[in-house]
């Protein structure tokens, strides 16, 4: 892997190449956001609540629009990684941060590579685990090729385009309930926090929040002259997201309001299935083996960037020879587990919930940094909006996360 030692001592940025990894960090991001454990997690609650699982969805969009603003900004001005500004509000809070994202990444990068070897074998007709040890192998040429940054960036942008085009045309062939979807978004019958925190967990907690600021900073994006790619970046992304989170809501939708059943088993599958036969069942393969990839390379970025403590520039180098060994034991590892263990739809659900209730921690972390002089430097001033609606997340997140706990069986 070639050595980016513009992680430390960077000079003044350069717009063109700024507004490149702006556009990559929203990829990432965006594409971390909806991968295999929000296409279960979709379906599964479509399937159970109907129209008013669009109430979560848009719960999703407004949170993921203050959490993602929040932790880009605080972490480019800074010029620091999240667990770096951890461990300078308080010596050791970085360590359980990292603790906390990196276990989190690692079970959810156990439903990817399953994802992207199911996705295979619905394609090819290979065994999930033989499609999973594929996957994890062009997951893994990517990080420890020359220009490792920019090859994962141009390579989850294509899958990006694969997702939406699989999406637009089974909707082209399905009768979209828009209006009873429209209705219960904005006006549920039912409110499900199970749901909410769940999607919220899969789709922006735990390693999915840090992805777009982390690739924003190890890009070279960095201090208040930054801030312009960081909106740039970040509401991209959460654009895509959102446009992906919608049109599949749609899809399941359609099915469940025909009266289909959706196999519990495969839940999102059984949607391309009944709307489009065997055809639309490979192209929900595409689908998933896109979904899988673009999620492997997001959360093992993400995770293996919280193992990063270097200050220098030297030890940023010296970060940099080991990385390698730490993507190919984080990527290995998970997929081995999935081999012997298997079930990754319950573990993708599960750990979704997990996820949103580390969220309500990680970004009220960052907002106590975000305070802080030593941080941030002594003329930044966070916006007092994005403050206030940062603590409204965390305090509604702790909320829903205690609230499913004490009720939910899992």
């Known amino acids: ?68 603003l929040n932790i880009w900004r605080i972490i ?15 010596p050791g809070l970085g360590y359980f941060l990292t603790f906390l994202i990196v276990v989190g990444g690692f ?22 685990e033989n499609g999973a040890i594929i996957a994890a192998i062009l997951a893994i040429i990517i990080f ?22 699989v999406l637009i045309y089974i909707l082209s062939v399905m009768t979209v309930p828009v209006s009873p979807a429209i209705s219960h978004t904005f006006f549920p019958t039912h409110i499900d926090f199970y749901s909410i925190v769940t999607i919220v967990g899969g789709t922006v907690g735990g390693y999915i929040s840090f992805a777009g600021g982390h690739r924003l900073l190890e890009g070279g994006v960095r201090g208040k002259e930054g801030l312009k790619y960081v909106n740039e970046g970040a509401l991209t992304g959460i654009g895509i ?42 192209f929900f393969g595409i689908l998933l083996f896109a979904a899988g990839m673009t999620s492997i390379l997001g959360s093992t970025f993400t995770s293996v960037s919280f193992l990063n403590y270097s200050d220098s520039k030297d030890g940023a180098d010296k970060f940099e020879k080991i990385r390698p060994y730490l993507v190919i034991a ?22 979704g919930a997990v996820n ?21 430097g002594a003329t930044y001033r966070h916006p007092i909006l994005l403050s206030i609606f ?21």
């Not at 990527?331 to 750990?351: D, E, H, N, R, W």
Request: hydrophobic share 60%; glycine share 10%.
């Open 1 to 68: 892997m070639d050595k980016r030692s513009e992680i430390t001592e960077q000079p003044a940025i350069n717009k063109r190449s700024a507004r490149s990894v702006a556009m990559g960090a929203a990829f990432v991001m965006a594409m971390a956001a909806v991968g295999p454990g929000f296409l279960t997690q979709t379906a599964t609650f479509t399937s159970k609540l109907g129209p008013n699982f669009g109430f979560a969805i848009l719960v999703t969009i407004l949170i993921d629009i203050v959490v993602q």
């Open 76 to 90: 480019t001005v800074s010029g620091k990684h999240a667990q770096q500004i951890a461990n300078d509000i308080f």
């Open 107 to 128: 079970f959810f990068n156990i439903g990817n590579v399953a994802g992207a070897g199911l996705g295979l074998n619905v394609l090819f007709g290979i065994s999930p």
């Open 144 to 165: 420890v090729v020359k220009n490792a940054l920019t090859v994962m960036d141009r390579t989850v942008q294509l899958l990006a385009v694969v997702k939406i085009a």
């Open 241 to 282: 997201a959102s446009v992906i989170r919608v049109m599949l809501f749609l899809a399941g939708l359609a099915v469940v309001l025909a009266g289909h059943k959706l196999d519990p088993a495969n839940p999102a599958a059984a949607i391309f299935k009944i709307a489009a036969g065997n055809f639309g069942y490979k």
């Open 330 to 351: 984080f990527i290995a590892i998970s997929t081995l587990v999935f081999y012997f263990v298997g079930k990754p739809a319950q573990i993708l659900v599960i750990v």
């Open 356 to 376: 949103g209730l580390i969220l309500p921690v990680a970004l009220g972390i960052l907002l106590i940094g975000s305070y802080q002089g030593k941080i941030m």
């Open 390 to 410: 940062g603590w409204i997340v965390v305090a509604f997140m702790a909320f829903a996360g205690v609230e499913t706990l004490l009720t939910t069986k899992f």
